[in-house]
């Protein structure tokens, strides 16, 4: 009885691992499509193709076209929140901290664009695709968790100052803005020849950094 119940579990556990890889697979193939092609023109039949497994099989693990972007979203952003947090982790001084993170953030998204288009360019005038749970991805659990990085970050800095120079939450809001508008505005004006942008986002942490520091003396 024992044997036949350990042969059970492993089979579930084989089940559940191959299911696992499908997903992963799937997921895959809507990213390399996603980040090649418009998104809302790519259906989830193609996917599916693209992915190796017949149309109806992709039902089996998303509901939706919904839940597949959002899931595709959420797997490059959690890839880029774990990087993020690792800066954060080892990095013991407040300032020097809050310098790394951002700049990393930088360097991290300059080298993968392909997702960094799919996390945030989204058209202005084209309504955002909702997660499960009816919340814009900006509200999803998976950007707050990268947010938390960021806002604890600042948080910890400030309070290394003698007063906040400002909200830390603005600090780290226009540190975020700065940042991410480096990386896009040069690639939306490609007519204009542009500096290094990693250089840029350096200058524009650095130079933040030193105006609060100065400014809560």
């Known amino acids: 009885m024992e044997k036949q119940t350990a042969r059970t579990d492993r089979s579930r556990a084989r089940a559940t691992e191959d299911k696992e890889k499908v997903r992963e697979a799937i997921v895959s193939a809507g990213r390399q499509l996603f980040a090649t092609e418009d998104p809302a023109t790519v259906s989830l039949r193609r996917i599916a193709t693209f992915a190796g497994y017949s149309p109806a099989t992709i039902y089996n693990y998303f509901d939706d076209y919904r839940a597949l972007y959002t899931a595709v979203r959420a797997h490059e952003m959690e890839l880029a929140t774990k990087r993020f947090e690792r800066i954060a982790a080892r990095t013991k001084d407040p300032e020097d901290r809050v310098r790394k993170l951002f700049l990393g953030t930088a360097q991290y998204w300059l080298k993968h664009l392909d997702d960094f288009d799919l996390v945030f360019a989204l058209p202005v005038k084209k309504a955002s695709v909702l997660t499960n749970e009816n919340k814009p991805f900006g509200q999803s659990p998976t950007v707050t968790r ?72």
């Open 146 to 217: 990268a947010l938390k990085v960021y806002y604890g970050a600042m948080h910890a800095y400030f309070d290394s100052l003698p007063r906040h120079p400002i909200p830390a939450r603005l600090a780290a809001d226009t540190l975020l803005a700065a940042v991410h508008g480096i990386i896009s505005f040069p690639r939306m004006t490609r007519t204009m020849v542009w500096s290094d942008m990693e250089t840029m986002a350096k200058n524009v942490i650095d130079g933040m950094l030193h105006q609060w520091s100065s400014v809560s003396k």
